[in-house]
């Protein structure tokens, strides 16, 4: 879990370069640390869970020659601890000629905050469809981004989206109709633009991979709580991932623009289910993105 208590206000939202955020020093074959001084982003105060998943992917690339990563399954254990370093600890589950699987663990002060399971497969002639279709939505250069619209709607919307959202944030994020997230609650589909514009100079096709990653923890668990609240931390709500799964079908480029289409299935008992497809702008589908969170109704102030 992210989070367990809110502080009084949104942690400070820092411009962090894609450098910084997949920041690793490695100190052995199999262990790596990050500093965890520099957060964006997590408006509740501790790491960003999207951070976690990227670094620990990374770690884990490290280790297998060139096959991409195929998936991920991670959990969140505890709320890791801004400016506190992160232990990365790397399990070699498998080698084989096509494959591979990784399980890292992060620790801060001996204390396990993150575990992910990871898959690598080396690319081969097959079978290929895509019968997901991307939904018709404005282009990027279309749609506002998300700190423009909680500015010029600063009187109108919830004061925690003023907080959260109108600082620089690492990532460009632009919301298909916003005023669906921020003054409307209905069960419907969210989608909303997003990339990296800082990834430009890198190739590295697996670095690419891990800041997709990053990007997909940006707004996921929320559509499980639209329909019922604004979806963001607040004084009435506390939302934090649990877990994060994700499958890489087709290679992605973070730098260019890629939409993700999100639903819920189900909410329930404190939890929701939050299910993401991302499209590259062209329309291929390039990954389909799983996270459970927890869903907690607090007393307003």
């Keep these: ?104 663990s992060a620790f801060q002060q001996g204390q396990m905050i993150f575990t ?23 282009p990027p250069e279309e749609v506002m981004p998300i700190q423009q619209f909680v500015r010029e709607h600063e009187g109108r919307i919830d004061l925690s989206a003023v907080r959260n959202f109108s600082g620089v944030m690492p990532i460009e994020l632009r919301p298909v109709a916003p005023e669906s997230y921020f003054m409307r609650r209905s069960d419907q589909p969210r989608s909303f633009w997003f990339r990296l514009p800082g990834a430009t100079m890198i190739d590295d096709a697996r670095l690419h991979q891990c800041l997709t990653a990053y990007g997909s923890d940006y707004w996921l668990a929320g559509v499980a709580a639209v329909p019922h609240i604004f979806p963001t931390n607040g004084r009435e709500l506390l939302i934090c991932s649990l877990d994060h799964a994700m499958w890489f079908h087709r290679p992605v480029r973070c730098d260019e623009w890629l939409l993700h289409h999100t639903t819920s299935p189900s909410a329930g008992e404190g939890l929701g289910l939050a299910q993401g497809r991302i499209f590259d702008r062209h329309g291929r589908l390039v990954a389909t993105t799983t996270q459970e969170c927890l869903l907690r109704r607090l007393q307003p102030v």
């Design 116 to 138: 992910l399971m990871c898959e690598f497969h080396t690319p081969e002639a097959g079978f290929d469809h895509q019968h997901a279709v991307m939904p018709d939505v404005p």
């Design 1 to 104: 879990m992210k989070s367990v208590a809110l502080p009084e206000e949104g942690g400070q939202q820092v411009n962090e370069t894609p450098e910084q955020i997949l920041d690793l020093r490695r100190l052995d074959e199999d262990h790596f640390v990050a500093s965890g001084t520099i957060d964006a982003g997590n408006p509740i105060g501790t790491l960003f869970g999207g951070r976690l998943v990227g670094q620990a992917l990374l770690a884990a690339s490290i280790g297998v020659e060139t096959m991409p990563i195929t998936s991920f399954h991670a959990y969140f254990l505890a709320g890791g601890k801004v400016g506190e370093q992160i232990d990365y600890r790397v399990t070699r589950l498998r080698d084989s000629r096509r494959f591979a699987n990784r399980q890292v």
